[in-house]
């Protein structure tokens, strides 16, 4: 299976990249193109269910940094090296040296490079820019250097500088990002989007301390083992161990549907997770971690024994703005709820892959078999979703058709 990777960049960048984006075939690659760095976190609101996102910079990746955090998927970005630097100089080695403009994320890498080649009589003008930068400012920078006779090229890291200057009628290139670079960038960001998904795939126990038992005791566990899809074993009489996956606890805890489990009981319980590379790790970390819950608290140890409670503390639920114009078009088109949008959003932040079954949807969605095949009916006559390949889970059977999202679900 491709790893699916959300690329948020320039113009210049995204059509370069079309160039050899068939030499990754392990990744799938979506382009959301932007013309300033600072559109990159609206941009982020319309970006597909995807594995990891990819930024072209720092720039675009600093600027969408509180929208990154609210992403269920790990980012990462192509990081301006000593590398691009060497390459442009090279590239624009025609012009001296002196009469070069530069403008730049870390001045202190050209001032590098020229040292490692003995290069330092001459140095450009360099401009450092970040997060804060005007682009009038840096566009003057080079304008006046040329006007005054000191410069005679640009070197600029922003296409919307490049762009300007271009019209302007001023000599400039485009820093260089060299193929090499922006393949080992993506391919990081793919191992990132693996390793967060193994993450999510190690041993998680959950530890439930009863007070007191009563006929309905058994039939609650196994609904909140139902949850998290977790197999149960009694420890005592009144200590109950449920084995899962952190990937399905995260997700429990991101919906706040652990804290329902509180009011599931007549009388106080006590909660508490544990992580693990083996089930007997998780075990003792969530033994350890019990230790330290009190009445209807929960507490989570990791395989790093690093403690984290009382987890209940921040009640913030995901906003899903079901207002957005985009959403109620698509609720239109399909004849969906703006309420099952909703759930069909958070299922798609929740969920551990890009790729779903009908399964997975019906278990989170709650409904019957019938239902959510009705509902991924609507999604699929729409283009909202779409079939991406099968599996086979028996030896004999139909296979299971596997489902991808086709609308922005992160909002």
């Known amino acids: 299976m491709q790893t699916r990777i959300a690329v948020l960049g320039s113009r210049n960048f995204i059509d370069r990249l079309k160039l050899f984006e068939q030499e990754i075939p392990s990744i799938r690659l979506d382009y959301y193109q932007y013309h300033t760095p600072k559109e990159a976190k609206e941009l982020l609101k319309n970006i597909k269910p995807c594995d990891a996102v990819f930024f072209s910079g720092s720039l675009p990746y600093l600027y ?29 080695c025609n012009t001296p040296i002196q009469q070069i403009s530069m403008d730049l994320i870390e001045p202190a890498l050209v001032e590098s490079v020229l040292q490692d080649i003995n290069q330092t009589d001459s140095v450009p003008f360099l401009k450092q820019i970040d997060p804060a930068f005007s682009l009038d400012e ?16 640009a070197i600029t890291s922003v296409h919307a500088v490049y762009e300007t200057l271009v019209q302007r009628g001023i000599p400039v290139v485009r820093m260089i990002d060299p193929k090499n670079s922006i393949l080992k960038s993506l391919e990081e960001t793919r191992s990132l989007a693996l390793l967060t998904k193994s993450e999510a795939a190690k041993i998680a126990v959950c530890s439930i301390s009863l007070t007191e038992q009563d006929i309905h005791t058994a039939a609650t566990l196994k609904s909140i083992a139902d949850s998290i899809d977790a197999s149960i074993v009694k420890s005592d009489d009144l200590l109950y161990l449920l084995f ?26 006590r909660i508490a997770f544990g992580y693990g590379t083996t089930a007997i790790e998780a075990s003792e970390n969530a033994k350890d971690a019990l230790a330290h819950a009190t009445e209807n608290t929960a507490f989570l140890m990791n395989e790093r024994k690093q403690l984290t409670g009382p987890l209940f503390q921040d009640k913030t639920k995901i906003n899903l703005r079901t207002s957005d114009p985009r959403l109620l078009v698509l609720a239109k088109e399909t004849t969906l709820s703006p309420a099952n949008l909703s759930k069909i959003m958070l299922f798609s932040r929740l969920h551990h892959s890009v790729a779903f079954t009908a399964h997975d949807l019906e278990i989170f969605l709650k409904v019957s078999r019938r239902t959510t095949e009705r509902i991924l009916k609507k999604l699929l006559n729409k283009g909202y979703a779409s079939i991406v390949g099968e599996e086979m889970t028996y030896q004999q059977g139909r296979p299971r058709a596997i489902y991808e999202f086709n609308f922005p679900t992160y909002q």
């Open 64 to 92: 969408a940094e509180q929208e990154r955090e609210l992403l269920p998927v790990p980012s990462y970005y192509l990081k301006q090296d000593g590398t691009s630097v060497a390459t442009t100089l090279l590239a624009t």
């Open 244 to 269: 899962t996956t952190q990937g399905k606890v995260q997700q429990a805890l991101q919906s706040n549907k652990v804290d329902g489990w509180l009011k599931l009981f007549s009388t106080p319980i």
């Open 138 to 153: 840096v566009v003057s920078f080079h304008i006046n250097l040329q006007r005054k006779e000191k410069t005679k090229l």
